[in-house]
């Protein structure tokens, strides 16, 4: 079962406002440089991308490596002009997709 | 299951302690001079210039498991000419790479904040590539905390 | 009340031959106590360590439940003439943080270590060199302190095998070395200098704090019928308005059970005789449960029982228990908790007892897990190198209650969030 990601997306702005954006996906980020109490390397599993698209197109990105902490929390800004929906999407190492969406009025 | 639900990945982490606690362990570790190869990749063999980014990190964190990270660029963010890409290394980590954003003239601010692992004392770099292919950097040293009781 | 006798019926129903506190009434007190399963532990037995922490065993050293260490020996070891050692071994000896966290964990010594973060619960030693001490001095004090002060905080090195009687000749050797101040790389290293941390992060926020799952499954938990059919949510529907101080009202002393009993206990008891839900102490159930029920009186002050004569012989028991010497380490609570109170033991700030407990159950971004006081606890033992004692355990009943006295009037926030 895919977890719930957390997003903070303001229901409203005004138009060209910038606004803020935080999410956060519970995820254990296991970074593939831990031995268990066997000695034995701990695979790495993380969530490898994360994107945040507005009405289709690219606001912000990033390519992960294990040195993002567990539960990796994102914020960023974005400037919007019309009203429409962010989509989030985070990849993880086995391909699997997690994504969320959230919309915003712009008056 | 695609991949471990989150109790199950909590679970991990409570029967873990010892070998969680040190986020990382065993292995080389990265250098500076690794870092230094990962950011020539980065801007194609440029230096870049100091300065235009600033870093906020603590200057002391008491674990190196989540170290809030933050980096806001001085630069316009239009179509015409914006902050592209900012590459995050870590001097003293494993291996140097953190993450790569990438903004566009839609992010309306090169700025933002995440949590980061950092197995030890050290410096993390930031640098930043414009639309126009201008490169700027800056760096800052944080002094993660030794523990009392060693084990 | 409506609700508590409600319970007492359904327990009654289904807990069989369960004996069930308060079934048969005759309690002297003005509210009808909830229905507890009185058989039986909270907790695993025989208690098993948790798996990644050392596994080492520690029986021949003090527990608080238990007195095994060896007593102290009442003479210095004699030194004939001048302690000839390793001194470059031993600069690297007082800072092997394997050997009980070295020497820098308390002490600044010079450039061991590299002065990386040396704490300061005890005097600086960049300069013993020139005090003219003796070698014998030196060396007992490094062996055993307890010889020239019974109650001193210093580990006992020598008598509890941290180091070999030739490795503290070593540290001797290098201590002798120690004739200038230490000189440090950056003002944060220097103890003296150093900012205690400050806790910014705004625990109830699910965003700031992954603990926050607890809260949720908690939640589903107290709806989640039992075999029996029955759920926290048949006799108390209405939680947030029935829960609304009582978690601050916990640790409390138990009559039937003779111990104090936290809300992780009582959970695991109140549970069983009821619902009969399989919750024991230290399990994800248990702690969502904790966590959930602290979370509904956040806000409210601490505020346990004090006055009454159960209580107040629990608190002395507590006193007591936290000034006993346990561990290899052979360290009381109030070493740390007492004196090297806002000092640093190596890179980590030690706070007062007071605002140790509001918190609990807590977040800890280190192991990525929630811990209740009872693991917090346990652990403090395992870290100075003593055996734990199992989490429903009347000694840490006894000192869970000294430690809530201390935070009355703090306010509840659950989850916190530490490192």
């Known amino acids: ?107 | 299951m695609r991949h471990l639900s989150r109790r199950a990945a909590l679970a991990l982490g409570a029967g873990s302690a010892a070998i969680t606690l040190v986020g990382w362990n065993g292995g080389a570790f990265a250098t500076p001079q690794a870092a230094a190869d990962d950011i020539a990749k980065f801007t194609g063999g440029a230096t870049p210039e100091k300065g235009k980014i600033s870093i906020e990190l603590p200057e002391i964190a008491e674990n190196g498991n989540t170290v809030p990270l933050s980096f806001a660029v001085d630069a316009p963010m239009t179509d015409a000419d914006h902050v592209s890409d900012v590459l995050v290394v870590a001097e003293g980590n494993p291996n140097p790479g953190v993450a790569t954003f990438h903004f566009t003239a839609l992010s309306g601010k090169a700025e933002a904040s995440t949590r980061i692992r950092l197995a030890t004392t050290q410096n993390i770099v930031v640098v930043a590539k414009t639309s126009g292919g201008k490169f700027y950097t800056a760096q800052k040293l944080v002094k993660v905390t030794i523990g009392g009781c060693g084990g | ?419």
């Open chain 1, 1 to 107: 079962m895919a977890e719930t990601p957390k997003i903070r997306v303001p229901k409203t702005a005004k138009k060209g406002e910038i606004v803020e954006i935080k999410t956060l996906l519970p995820h254990i980020m296991e970074s593939g440089q831990r031995k268990d109490k066997d000695g034995k390397t701990i695979p790495r599993k993380i969530i490898n991308k994360f994107v945040a698209e507005f009405n289709g197109k690219p606001v912000f990105s990033a390519n992960i490596e294990p040195a993002i902490a567990a539960n990796p929390y994102m914020q960023f800004f974005a400037k919007v002009d019309e009203s429409g929906t962010f989509k989030f999407t985070w990849t993880d190492d086995d391909g699997s997709v997690t994504t969320a969406e959230e919309k915003i009025t712009v008056a």
């Open chain 3, 1 to 419: 009340m409506r609700n508590d006798i409600l319970a007492t019926g359904v327990a009654a129903i289904i807990a069989g031959a369960f004996v069930v506190a308060g079934a048969s009434g005759v309690y002297a007190q003005a509210k009808k106590p909830a229905p507890l399963e009185l058989k039986g532990d909270a907790a695993a037995r025989p208690w098993k360590r948790y798996p990644g922490w050392p596994a080492a065993d520690y029986s021949k050293y003090n527990t608080l439940g238990n007195l095994a260490s060896a007593p102290a020996p009442k003479e210095p070891r004699k030194i004939v003439g001048p302690v000839t050692g390793d001194a470059a071994n031993g600069a690297k000896l007082v800072a092997d943080r394997t050997r009980g966290g070295s020497c820098l964990a308390c002490h600044v010594m010079g450039p061991a270590g590299n002065a990386d973060l040396p704490g300061n619960v005890a005097p600086d030693l960049s300069e013993i060199g020139n005090a003219g001490r003796e070698d014998e001095w030196l060396y007992n004090y490094v062996f055993d302190a307890r010889v020239y002060n019974p109650e001193t905080v210093m580990p006992p090195w020598g008598s509890h095998g941290f180091f070999s009687e030739a490795e503290i000749k070593d540290i001797v050797a290098f201590l002798k070395t120690l004739k200038s101040p230490a000189v440090f790389k950056t003002a944060l290293d220097n103890p003296e200098k150093r900012p205690p941390p400050v806790e910014k992060r705004d625990n109830l926020d699910p965003i700031e704090n992954p603990g926050m799952w607890a809260v949720d499954k908690g939640q589903e938990l107290w709806k989640e019928k039992s075999a029996a059919g029955f759920s926290c949510n048949t006799c108390h529907s209405d939680p947030a308005a029935s829960f609304k101080t009582w978690a601050a009202s916990m640790p409390k002393w138990e009559p039937w059970l003779e111990k104090v009993l936290g809300v992780e206990e009582f959970v695991t008891r109140h549970a069983k005789a009821t619902t009969g839900a399989d919750w024991p102490m230290e399990t994800d159930s248990n702690r969502a449960m904790s966590v959930y029920l602290h979370f509904l009186a956040n806000g409210t002050p601490i505020k346990v029982d004090t006055a009454s004569a159960e209580a107040k012989a629990a608190i002395a028991r507590g006193v007591e228990l936290s000034k006993r010497k346990v561990g290899a380490l052979n360290m009381a609570c109030t070493d740390c908790h007492g004196i090297a109170v806002n000092h640093w033991i190596r890179g980590q700030w030690m706070g007062e007892p007071k605002g140790q407990y509001d918190h609990f159950p807590t977040w800890r971004t280190s192991l990525l897990a929630i811990w209740d006081i009872r693991q917090r606890f346990q652990w403090c033992s395992v870290n100075i190198r003593g055996d734990e004692l199992p989490p429903d355990s009347k000694e840490y009943g006894d000192l869970e209650l000294y430690l809530a006295s201390q935070n009355e009037g703090l306010k509840l926030s659950v989850p916190g969030i530490r490192h």
